[in-house]
């Protein structure tokens, strides 16, 4: 079975530029959320979508950064304009939605480099 | 709020010894816990997971009991390899959404 997809799994970009991070969930969950890991802050979740729908996005840094899932098979992180502080590894990870006890499978990770 | 603690790293061990990593639960009920372990360069893997007190969560060697008098959930593997170095995340769900703790580096030298 795939597994979370995520895009790129390395990106370089010079401070200023958007940067758009993909998410392809595995096929029948319908939860999603993207995190964001750091030697400093360790591992935060940033935003999660039940359905489609944000649920909650007070992880979100702030208004740079924004997240969309227009359907059930993908999403993305948009960084505009980005900052090298931004300088971390993305993860996206998956889970089926309505009970505590589903676990959540995570993608492979985008490590962004802003310079 | 709902929040994890464990115990700080690194924990440094030599091979086949014993490891534990602590690891404690604050929550409003009773949630579903889990450790994931990180292999360097990779995402989050699950490792075991328990849903109600008293359960057992076991994998790989590891395990984990659900312990709602103490809200724990300590980490134990009788012989660690030198494969298992790698950063370990205990974590709480009520509602789907993790709240991790802050991940503890084991490094197992042979």
């Known amino acids: 079975d795939a597994g979370v997809i995520q895009s790129p799994r390395h990106e370089v970009t010079e401070m200023g530029q958007e940067v758009t991070l993909r998410c392809k969930p595995i096929s029948g969950h319908n939860s999603l959320f993207w995190y964001r890991q750091t030697m400093m802050r360790g591992l935060e979740l940033l935003i999660y979508?039940?359905?489609?729908?944000?649920?909650?996005d007070s992880g979100m840094p702030e208004d740079r950064f924004s997240a969309k899932m227009p359907n059930a098979s993908f999403s993305t992180l948009k960084i505009q304009p980005s900052e090298p502080r931004d300088s971390a590894v993305y993860f996206c990870?998956?889970?089926?939605?309505?009970?505590?006890?589903?676990?959540?499978?995570f993608g492979p990770g985008t490590r962004l480099t802003v310079t | 709020g709902n929040s994890v603690t464990q115990m700080e790293g690194p924990v440094t061990l030599s091979e086949e010894a014993f490891l534990t990593i602590n690891c404690t639960y604050t929550?409003?009920?009773?949630?579903?816990l889990f450790w994931y372990v990180q292999y360097p360069g990779e995402g989050l893997q699950l490792l075991l997971k328990?849903?109600?007190?008293?359960d057992k969560g076991s994998n790989k060697g590891f395990e984990a009991t659900y312990r709602k008098e103490t809200t724990s959930f300590h980490l134990e593997k009788g012989s660690v390899q030198v494969s298992d170095s790698a950063v370990y995340f205990c974590?709480?769900?009520?509602?789907?959404?993790?709240?991790f703790g802050q991940g503890t580096t084991l490094q197992v030298k042979p």
């Open positions: 979508f039940n359905n489609n729908v944000p649920i909650d």
């Open positions: 990870a998956s889970s089926r939605a309505g009970a505590s006890f589903y676990e959540q499978y």
């Open positions: 929550a409003t009920g009773y949630p579903s």
């Open positions: 328990a849903t109600k007190a008293d």
């Open positions: 974590a709480g769900s009520e509602t789907g959404k993790l709240i």
